[in-house]
């Protein structure tokens, strides 16, 4: 069974900065991308940014310049730096992986339970 845990959300004021991480655990062939996603109340839920195991990454129009998204393969892990936060950036953000279980399988896609990010004075 795969699992991905998020943690580093808190409340910090506009023009702060936070680290989220996503570490994921449990049996798997390989982890291919990793991804953040954010939904903030009333709205859908939006990709911010994902990274293939390769290291490339992308990023939504609104966090270009501001957030970064890194991974440690030896750890399984995949975090989110934010910097220059805006009140607009208040959102659960969940982590995403697509991961095999063995060579031969197709990848599934797991999710982490979230974790709150508040921006505000």
């Known amino acids: 069974q795969v699992q991905l845990v998020e943690s580093g959300g808190d409340l910090v004021q506009p023009g702060g900065s936070l680290r989220l991480s996503c570490a994921t655990s449990?049996?798997?062939?390989?982890?291919?991308?990793m991804a953040w996603y954010r939904q903030a109340p009333g709205k859908q839920r939006e990709l911010v940014a994902d990274i293939t195991s390769g290291g490339t990454t992308r990023y939504v129009d609104s966090v270009k310049g501001r957030f970064t998204i890194s991974r440690d393969n030896a750890k399984n892990t995949v975090y989110l730096q934010m910097n220059s936060l805006k009140p607009e950036d208040t959102a659960v953000y969940y982590c995403n992986a697509k991961v095999k279980r063995s060579f031969y399988s197709t990848e599934n896609i797991h999710w982490g339970q979230g974790t709150q990010v508040t921006v505000s004075s």
């Open positions: 449990g049996s798997f062939f390989s982890i291919n991308t």
